[in-house]
Structures are given as C-alpha cells and as structure tokens.
C-alpha cells in the first residue's frame, strides 16, 4: 500500500484571498526520502502541515481534497492519533523545546511519558535517538545552554524516540552549520534506510540532491515536478520556478555534458565528476 496519498489537496489559510495549495496530488512509498524544492510562498510548510494534519485541523481554512495516511483520512483523524504516525520538525527549535526541562534527555522523554512504554523500553529509545543524532555528550546538559545547530537535533531525536512511521522535515539546517546539516543528513538518510518516510524542505540544494530519491518542485501552490533528482534538475526551466540546480550540474549544463546512459544532466557530484573525467579523456 502507499504510505501517502495525496488527491487534489486545496487550501486556503483563513484571511486569505489566495489559494495556498491549489489542487496537488501525488503519491508516496514507504521509505522513500523525497525532497520539497520551491521558492519562497510556493507553499512547501502548508503543503508539511497538511501532512500531519496541522492544516485544518489546527489552522482551519478553506480545505478541498484528500491526505491519505496508511489509508487514513488526515483530516478525519485527531491530531493525538496522527501524531504516532508523522513526526514534524520545525526550522527553528526554540518553537519545539518544551522549556520546562532541565536536561536534554528529559526533553526527549517528555513526547514518550504519554506513549504507555515501559522503562526500558523508553531508556532504550531515548538512548537510540541520541546516538542517532550524535548528541549523546549533551545528554545532561540544559537545552538551552545547546548551539542551534545541536538543539536542532535534539528536537529531531525527540520526534524519532517516537517512532513515527514518517517525518517531515521543514528547513531543518538552516540554523546549522555545515558539518551540523551534514549530519543531520546523514542521520535522516540513516532513518530512511531503516524503511523511515522522509519529507525534507531544503534549500541546500547538493545535499538534497545527494540524499533524495525524489524530488517535488512546487510553485504557486502548483506541483510542477514529482522526480528523480537527475529529471528535476535537468529541466531547462529550472531558474523559473525559483531553484537553482547543483553547481556542478549547473556546469555540466553549460558545457552540455549529459550522462550517455540516462540522457540526463547529473545529479551528484560523483556522477558529475566520473562524466567529466570520461569526456575529457576521450577528448585526449
Ligand atoms: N498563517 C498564514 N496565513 C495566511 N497566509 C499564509 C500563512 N502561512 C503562509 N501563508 C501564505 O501561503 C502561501 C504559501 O506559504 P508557505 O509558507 O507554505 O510557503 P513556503 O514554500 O514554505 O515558503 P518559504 O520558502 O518562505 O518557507 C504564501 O503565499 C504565504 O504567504
Ligand atoms: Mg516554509
């Protein structure tokens, strides 16, 4: 069965004139890592929230269409039950501490202690989650004495020790610094291996490349593109939707440099290389 299902979604946020969403389907499989590409307003954070039933259970709005969960109708399903299913993390942590916790792994325990688990169950979980995201030297520290960058993935650990079958990701590096978004990346991609959905809006633009199995390019509310990385990033229309592809696509662009084999500009930097490399060669 398909993990997502989405059918004509509309949305309209309550004082608004415009359409946020307007009619986008699409369908999703268990495990797949999909990356959300698009300008600024094209509306990526409302299509998130309607995936966990955010919008319109929390947001209200004008609602048209279907978001399907394992078969279930999000907007028919209370957000306590949802919220099991899709985990979401948010661009700025500071919205998602509790800030009633002293210490980081009290914070992660905090979405568990409803959940029914045993002790060992939870301890076992919790300590997953902080190996996961590399934070388990911080375990005894406050939350806000962290950087950006490691509350961050704190907040990603606490949504994990939940197990959520999906986790939606909106702008989760962009407080990070490189070697942060590295392995926030890596963790995520590490999560989906493990048959984990994941949904990431990003704007670092290689690393969703290198890490998607597709990639969804929205504009104005509109789903322009459902792709694999290569596909998306080789059409010529690219710019106009507001995102740039890869710099090394880019450059193969420019020096019309496509993979024989897919007909395609590449996608990742390996790829890239191995295609300049050859061309250059059979040039000499
Ligand atoms: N709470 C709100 N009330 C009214 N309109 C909203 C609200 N949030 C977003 N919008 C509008 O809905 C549209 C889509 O916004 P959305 O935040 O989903 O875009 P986005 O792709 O996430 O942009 P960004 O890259 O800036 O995060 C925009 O036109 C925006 O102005
Ligand atoms: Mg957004």
Do not use: W
Request: glycine share 8%; proline share 4%.
């Amino acid at each position: 069965m398909k993990k997502i299902v989405v059918e004509n979604l509309k949305y309209k946020y309550p004082l608004s004139k415009d359409l946020a969403l307007k009619g986008v389907s699409f369908e999703i499989e268990e495990g797949e890592f999909i990356g959300i590409v698009g300008r600024n307003g094209a509306g990526k954070s409302t299509l998130c929230q309607a995936l966990t039933g955010l919008v319109p259970n929390f947001f209200f709005g004008g609602y048209g269409g279907k978001v399907l969960i394992d078969g279930l109708e999000v907007r028919k399903t209370p957000i306590s039950d949802l919220s099991l299913k899709v985990g979401i993390v948010f661009q700025n942590p500071f919205t998602q501490v509790t800030g009633s916790k002293l210490t980081v792994y009290e914070e992660i325990a905090f979405g568990l202690e409803n959940m029914g688990l045993s002790r060992e169950e939870m301890k076992e979980r919790i300590d997953y989650s902080l190996k996961l995201l590399s934070i388990e030297k911080f375990k005894d520290r406050n939350p806000f004495a962290l950087s950006g960058g490691q509350m961050q993935r704190m907040a990603i650990a606490s949504i994990i020790a939940m197990k959520p079958d999906i986790i939606v990701l909106d702008e989760p590096t962009s407080q990070l610094d490189p070697e942060g978004s590295e392995e926030v990346f890596k963790s995520v991609h590490k999560l989906s291996k493990e048959g984990m959905t994941v949904i990431m809006v990003e704007h670092k633009i290689e690393k969703i490349a290198k890490y998607s199995d597709r990639i969804m390019l929205l504009s104005e509310g509109k789903l322009i593109d459902f792709d694999t990385p290569e596909k998306v990033f080789s059409r010529e229309d690219l710019r106009s939707y507001g995102v740039k592809e890869p710099s090394y696509t880019e450059m193969c662009k420019e020096l019309s440099i496509i993979n024989p084999k897919t007909g395609l500009y590449p996608a990742t930097l390996e790829e890239a290389y191995d295609l300049v490399v050859n061309s250059n060669e059979q040039k000499n």
